[in-house]
T-cell receptor, first 114, second 115 residues
Framework: GENVEQHPSTLSVQEGDSAVIKCTYS??????FPWYKQELGKRPQLIID?????GEKKDQRIAVTLNKTAKHFSLHITETQPEDSAVYFC?????????????FGAGTRLAVHP | EAQVTQNPRYLITVTGKKLTVTCSQN?????MSWYRQDPGLGLRQIYY???????DKGDVPEGYKVSRKEKRNFPLILESPSPNQTSLYFC??????????????FGPGTRLTVL
């Protein structure tokens, strides 16, 4: 079946450094790529998303890039802060059964050390 | 406040004892879904519902049932729970499907332990 691979599974950075999380997807028809942040003990929440007709999107310190040819997309966090510590999930849509479903990556645990 | 709620938040039970986890949303969303979250496996879809009385299997439906009799409610039923169903469960809803302009909102999660 369709899948989304996410790397790395854990990432440790110093406060102020940048963090990059990468995902690859298998369905060439995927057209929507959201990123969710899950803080410890909390629910996943959408932090940024991108459509297939856009190559890059930025929102303050976070940005997402998409390479449709290579079927991969990445989350970039600049000037990391301790409150960025969380698990991040990428996802890609897969059209099946008449609707778009989300296929999630396995998650990346980001730790930002002061 | 627009939200997705789940109950209970924590549950410890024994093998074979039927249980139901409730999910409710107050945003008039058509689409609702159940996921389980396990370490190293991300979020895997169990069942979903496109609208009232319309449900279908996700990627890991074995051992689970759902119903959608009302638009706001989407309960998850475990008829005979087994230890491999020990997991963190999330309900989610969106206006329609899972595309752009259809952000999925997640409930707070239910941590289930089956002994």
């Amino acid at each position: 079946g369709e899948n989304v691979e996410q790397h790395p599974s854990t990432l440790s950075v110093q406060e102020g450094d940048s963090a990059v999380i990468k995902c690859t997807y298998s369905d060439s028809a995927s057209n929507y790529f959201p990123w969710y942040k899950q803080e410890l003990g909390k629910r996943p929440q959408l932090i940024i998303d991108i459509r297939s007709n856009v190559g890059e999107k930025k929102d303050q310190r976070i940005a997402v890039t998409l390479n449709k040819t290579a079927k991969h997309f990445s989350l970039h966090i600049t000037e990391t802060q301790p409150e960025d510590s969380a698990v991040y999930f990428c996802a890609a849509t897969h059209f099946s059964g008449g609707y778009n479903k989300l296929i999630f990556g396995a998650g990346t645990r980001l730790a930002v050390h002061p | 406040e627009a939200q997705v709620t789940q109950n209970p938040r924590y549950l410890i039970t024994v093998t074979g004892k039927k249980l139901t986890v409730t999910c409710s949303q107050n945003m008039n969303h058509e689409y609702m879904s159940w996921y389980r979250q396990d370490p190293g496996l991300g979020l895997r879809q169990i069942y979903y519902s496109m609208n009232v009385e319309v449900t279908d299997k996700g990627d890991v439906p074995e051992g689970y049932k759902v119903s959608r009799k009302e638009k706001r409610n989407f309960p998850l039923i475990l008829e005979s729970p087994s230890p491999n169903q020990t997991s963190l469960y999330f309900c989610a809803s969106s206006l329609k499907g899972s595309g752009f302009y259809n952000e999925q909102f997640f409930g707070p999660g239910t941590r289930l332990t089956v002994l």
